[in-house]
C-alpha cells in the first residue's frame, strides 16, 4: 500500500537543483536512501518531513497534502523526524527534553504524556539517563535522544537522516532491531551512509545521484549490479574502480577482472559503487588503496 | 493510500499545555528567583534610606523592580529563542505546534513576571511593616512593581521572536539599561517628557500632589500614578504584539497601534497633573532615574 506518493518533486538553492523532477511512491516498511554527499538525499527528506516546500510538485504522505497548510498540520501529527543535525537543549534533563518535545507533538494529557516518554526511553535505552542533563550524554546517547524524539506520539510516518552516526556497534544493533520492528507497521525513511544498515533494514532502497533516482530496488538487486565485477585475486589489478588488500594478504578488486582473479561474494557497497561509478568511488573510498 | 486520522488535540488545550510548560520552566530557573531575591534585597535598602511615606515606598519598590525586569528580559529571551540558539529549528519545525502558538506559549511568561513582581513586592511589604508608609497612597502606584517585571518579560520575548541569536539578548538588556540610564541627560524635571517615559513613578512634589488631588476626588480620579501604570500596561502591550507580528500581520498591528495611542494619551495625561505642587520648589526627593 503506498503511504508516500510524490510526483514532479523540484526543489532548488539559487542556481543549484537539489531535487529534480522526483517521482516516486513509497509503502510501509523501511526504504532506504543512498547517495553521495550533495546527492539530493537531505533535501528530499526534508521535503518529506514538511520543513522545506518544494518549488515545484506533489508531495502526499497519508492521503495529506503537504502543499495544504491544514493538512500538512495533520500530517505533522503522524511524523516523526530526526534530522541530520538534531538539535537538543543542553540544559534540560533527557526526560524534560523529551516531555517538551511530547507537549510540541500535542501530548496534552500529562498521564499519557509520561507514559509515552517513560516508553520512548526504554525504546532507546536510556531509562537510566532520564534525569541527567542533555549536556553531559555522550555522543551516542544524545543521538538516540534525538532519535527518542522522533518516536514521540508513536508516528506512523518516520524519517530518518543519517540516524546511526555516532552510534557504537552495539547501540547499532539496538538500532536495527527498533527500526525493524517499527517497519512492520510504519513507513519508515532512512538515509545514511552506511550500507551495512540498508542491507540489514530496508526492504526497498533508492539510490539518488545530482537530485534524481538512478536506482530503485531491493539491497539484493543493488548488489547485483556489481555482478562480474568483484574479484579477488594474489595480485593487485592494474585497471580498477576500487581495490584493497584483504586481512589474508589478497586484493578485492572491484572492477574489470584482475590476472587470477576469482569472484567475490557481492556486497550493497559493490553494487553502489558500480552504479555511481567514478564519482561515488572517489567520494567512498577512503579505505582503498587506489582508485582510479 | 489515505490512513484514518489520529485523534488531534484542540489547539486551545494543546495551547494551555504548552504555555503552562513554557511558565513552569521559567519558575523553575534559579536565575528569576535570584532576580526576585536582589529585587527584594535593594527595595527594602533604599526604602529603609528613607522617609516612610508610600510615595517613597512605591519609588524604590518600582526601581528595584527593574532589576528583576533585566532578569526577566534575559531568561524569556533564552525561552523563546531557545531553538535557534541550539540549532534544533528545522526539528521543531516539523511539530504540529505552529510557530504562532509557540509565541503565544511564550507571552505567558508576561503574566508569570507579573506574578514574580507581585510576589516581590509582597515580601519588600512585610519587610517595610517596621517602618509602615503613611501619606497618601494611590493603589495604582503598587502597580508598578508589578507591572515593571511584565515589561521585562515581554521585550525579551518580542526580541527572542525577531532577533534570535545568543547575543541578542544581553544586547538588548544593555541597550534597554543604557536608555534607562541616559533619560536624565534629556530632562531631570518631572515636566520633562524622560521623566514621564521613565518607568518608574518618581516620590517628587508633583506627583504627590497629582495622588492627592486624585485622593481628594474620593480616589475615583485617574491620578498620575494610574496614567503611568496605563502607560506601562500599554509599552507591555505594544511589546507583546511586536512578538505576535512574527507571525501575523493584521490583529497584533492593531494592537500595537492602539497600544500606541494609548499610551501616548497616558504620558499626554501625566502632563497635566504634573503641575508644580504647593511649595515644592524642589522637584526631586529619595533617588533619581
Not at chain 1, 574502480?241 to 578485492?252: E, L, S, T
Amino acid at each position: 500500500m503506498t503511504t508516500v506518493s510524490m510526483r514532479g518533486l523540484t526543489k532548488r538553492y539559487g542556481g543549484t537543483t537539489a531535487i529534480a523532477d522526483l517521482t516516486a511512491r513509497i509503502g510501509v516498511g523501511v526504504t532506504g536512501f543512498l547517495g553521495p554527499n550533495g546527492a539530493g538525499k537531505t533535501t528530499l527528506l526534508r521535503c518529506l518531513a514538511t520543513a522545506l516546500a518544494p518549488d515545484s510538485g506533489r508531495l502526499v504522505a497519508y492521503g495529506l497534502d503537504t502543499a495544504v497548510a491544514a493538512e500538512r498540520t495533520a500530517l505533522r501529527r503522524r511524523l516523526g523526524y530526526l534530522p541530520q543535525d538534531p538539535g537538543l537543549y543542553p540544559n534540560f534533563k533527557t526526560a524534560e527534553l523529551l516531555d517538551y518535545v511530547a507537549v510540541l507533538k500535542e501530548l496534552t494529557d500529562t498521564g499519557r504524556r509520561r507514559a509515552e516518554v517513560r516508553r520512548v526511553l526504554a525504546e532507546v535505552g536510556l531509562t537510566d539517563r532520564a534525569t541527567v542533563r542533555v549536556r553531559k550524554l555522550s555522543g551516542g546517547m544524545r543521538q538516540r535522544l534525538a532519535l527518542a524524539q522522533a518516536l514521540l506520539g508513536d508516528p506512523e510516518l518516520l524519517i530518518l537522516d543519517e540516524p546511526t552516526v555516532g552510534l557504537d556497534p552495539e547501540q547499532r544493533m539496538l538500532f536495527r532491531a527498533l527500526v525493524s520492528r517499527l517497519g512492520h507497521t510504519r513507513t519508515v525513511l532512512l538515509s545514511t551512509h552506511q550500507t551495512e544498515d540498508v542491507g540489514a533494514l530496508c526492504e526497498r532502497v533508492l539510490v539518488m545521484r545530482a537530485g534524481g533516482i538512478v536506482f530503485d530496488g531491493t539491497p539484493g538487486e543493488l548488489a547485483a549490479q556489481a555482478e562480474g565485477r568483484v574479484w579477488v585475486s594474489a595480485e593487485p589489478p592494474s585497471d580498477a574502480h576500487v581495490y584493497w588488500r584483504n586481512a589474508d594478504g589478497r586484493y578485492r578488486t572491484l572492477g574489470p577482472r584482475p590476472i587470477g582473479g576469482e569472484p567475490g561474494l557481492l556486497s550493497i557497497e559493490d553494487g553502489y559503487l558500480t552504479l555511481l561509478g567514478a564519482e561515488a568511488a572517489a567520494a567512498g573510498s577512503g579505505d582503498a588503496e587506489r582508485v582510479s | 493510500m489515505a490512513a484514518p486520522s489520529l485523534p488531534s488535540a484542540p489547539s486551545a488545550r494543546a495551547f494551555r499545555a504548552l504555555a503552562w510548560r513554557e511558565a513552569t520552566l521559567l519558575l523553575t530557573a534559579p536565575a528569576v528567583w535570584a532576580g526576585v531575591l536582589l529585587q527584594v534585597v535593594l527595595g527594602v535598602l533604599w526604602y529603609s534610606a528613607d522617609e516612610p511615606r508610600w510615595a517613597a515606598f512605591g519609588q524604590e519598590a518600582g526601581l528595584s523592580a527593574l532589576v528583576l525586569a533585566g532578569f526577566l528580559l534575559l531568561t524569556s529571551h533564552l525561552a523563546g529563542s531557545r531553538d535557534h540558539r541550539h540549532g534544533a529549528a528545522e526539528g521543531s519545525s516539523v511539530l504540529p505546534a505552529s510557530d504562532l502558538r509557540r509565541t503565544g506559549a511564550v507571552l505567558a511568561l508576561i503574566p508569570v513576571g507579573g506574578v514574580l513582581g507581585a510576589v516581590a513586592l509582597g515580601a519588600e511589604l512585610v519587610a517595610a511593616s517596621p517602618r509602615w508608609p503613611e501619606g497618601p497612597l494611590s493603589p495604582w502606584s503598587l502597580a508598578m512593581p508589578v507591572l515593571i517585571p511584565m515589561l521585562g518579560a515581554a521585550v525579551g520575548v518580542a526580541t527572542s521572536r525577531w532577533w534570535p541569536t545568543t547575543a541578542a539578548g544581553p544586547l538588548t538588556f544593555f541597550g534597554c539599561t543604557a536608555l534607562l540610564a541616559m533619560m536624565p541627560v534629556f530632562g531631570q524635571s518631572p515636566q520633562s517628557l524622560s521623566w514621564v517615559l521613565f518607568p518608574v513613578l518618581f516620590d517628587d512634589g508633583h506627583v504627590q500632589a497629582g495622588m492627592a488631588a486624585a485622593e481628594a476626588q474620593g480616589g475615583g480620579g485617574w491620578g498620575v500614578a494610574a496614567w503611568h501604570a496605563g502607560y506601562l500596561a500599554a509599552l507591555v502591550a505594544a511589546a507583546a504584539a511586536v512578538a505576535v507580528l512574527r507571525q501575523r500581520r493584521l490583529i497584533p498591528a492593531v494592537v500595537l497601534v492602539l497600544a500606541v495611542a494609548f499610551g501616548l494619551v497616558a504620558v499626554w495625561q501625566q502632563h497635566p497633573d504634573l503641575g508644580p505642587a504647593p511649595g515644592a520648589a524642589s522637584p526631586v526627593s529619595g533617588s533619581q532615574p
